[in-house]
């Protein structure tokens, strides 16, 4: 099952809740950046929902039901 590890945001108010580390950044280059970053060190998945957020995702089955 995947898992949403982070949240990268330009907006608090279209981040709502949730237990993944949220991110809020002041553009939409520090956010893809910021994003590149987590992707990378979190060994993940960014994926842009087109709405100034972007959730990093871990993808891996690691056996937790």
């Keep these: 099952m995947s898992k ?3 949240v990268v945001a330009l907006d608090d108010s279209k981040v ?3 237990g993944a580390s949220t991110f ?3 553009g939409e280059e520090e ?3 910021t994003a590149f970053m987590l992707e990378k060190i979190l060994d ?6 087109k709405n100034g957020s972007i959730i990093i ?3 891996a089955n690691h056996g937790d039901h």
């Design 4 to 6: 949403i590890l982070a």
């Design 16 to 18: 709502k809740g949730g």
């Design 24 to 26: 809020y950044v002041s």
């Design 31 to 33: 956010l893809q950046k």
């Design 44 to 49: 993940a998945s960014a994926h842009d929902l």
């Design 57 to 59: 995702v871990d993808h």
